[in-house]
C-alpha cells in the first residue's frame, strides 16, 4: 500500500520561500512520478509541475516556472517542492499525488498541506 | 492554459442519475484519452474514480462512469447516494505535456 505523507503547515511572509515535502512509502518509489497540485481557498484544484521516475526529468506549468523547483531524494523516498517569491495568491494547499508508470492519472493522494502567506 | 470547464452544481434525488460535463479544447481533451475524474468530499484530499475516460480503479462503485466526445468528457453517476455528495474535478493532458484541471462541480443529494 502506498502512502504519501506531507509536512506540516506553513504561514510565510510574501517575497519569502517555502519547502513542503512528500514522504512516500512502499518500495515501487522508483519507478513512480509524482506531480503537485495546490488548491486555494474555496477554489479549484490547479497543477502545478511533476517530477519524472528518473529524479532527473522536472516539468512545471508557464504559470510557475521561474519560481517552482521540484526535486526527489530517492535515498529518503522524499519528494520537494520548493516555491519561491510567494505572494498572498500563494496561499493554498498544497498536495502531492503519484503517478505510476506514465499511467496520467494521480493514484494516491498526501493529506495536503496549508501554506498561508501573510504580512 | 485555461481550466477545463465544468457546471459549477449539479443535484439530484437518491436513487436518480446526474451527469457532469468537462469541456476542453483540441489541446487537451480532443488530442488525448488521458482524461481522469476525482471525487472530493469538503475538507479531504481528492480520490480517483476515474481514468483513461472510462476506466474504474479497484474498490469504485459502478455507478460511476465514464465517456468522452470531442473536446468533452463526462461523468455519469447511477443510483445516486447521499455520500456521493462532493466535489468532482476532471483532468486532462495537454499538448504541451501538462495536466489541466477543470473548474470543479459540487454534487448535492436532495
Known amino acids: 500500500q502506498v502512502h504519501l505523507v506531507q509536512s506540516g503547515a506553513e504561514v510565510k511572509k510574501p517575497g519569502a520561500s517555502v519547502r513542503v515535502s512528500c514522504k512516500a512509502s512502499g518500495d515501487t518509489f522508483p519507478t513512480y512520478n509524482v506531480h503537485w497540485v495546490r488548491q486555494g481557498p474555496g477554489q479549484g484544484l490547479e497543477w502545478m509541475g511533476i517530477?519524472?521516475?528518473?529524479?532527473?526529468?522536472?516539468r512545471y506549468t508557464q504559470k510557475f516556472r521561474d519560481r517552482l523547483t521540484v526535486t526527489r531524494d530517492t535515498s529518503t523516498s522524499t519528494i520537494y517542492m520548493d516555491l519561491r517569491s510567494l505572494r498572498s495568491e500563494d496561499t493554498a494547499i498544497y498536495y502531492c499525488?503519484?503517478?505510476?508508470?506514465?499511467?496520467?492519472?494521480?493514484?494516491?493522494w498526501g493529506q495536503g498541506t496549508l501554506v498561508t502567506v501573510s504580512s | 492554459q485555461s481550466a477545463l470547464t465544468q457546471p459549477p452544481t449539479v443535484s439530484g434525488s437518491p436513487g436518480q442519475s446526474v451527469t457532469i460535463s468537462c469541456t476542453g479544447t483540441s489541446s487537451d481533451i480532443g488530442s488525448y484519452n488521458h482524461v481522469s475524474w476525482y471525487q472530493q468530499p469538503p475538507g479531504t484530499a481528492p480520490k480517483l474514480i476515474i481514468y483513461e475516460v472510462t476506466n474504474r480503479p479497484s474498490g469504485v462503485p459502478d455507478r460511476f462512469s465514464g465517456s468522452k466526445s470531442g473536446n468533452t468528457a463526462s461523468l455519469t453517476i447511477s443510483g445516486l447516494q447521499a455520500e456521493d455528495e462532493a466535489t468532482y474535478f476532471c483532468?486532462?493532458?495537454?499538448?504541451?505535456?501538462?495536466?489541466?484541471f477543470g473548474s470543479g462541480t459540487k454534487v448535492t443529494v436532495l
Open positions: 499525488a503519484r503517478e505510476e508508470d506514465h499511467s496520467f492519472n494521480f493514484d494516491h
Open positions: 517530477v519524472f521516475a528518473d529524479g532527473r526529468d522536472t
Open positions: 483532468t486532462s493532458y495537454t499538448t504541451t505535456y501538462t495536466y489541466v
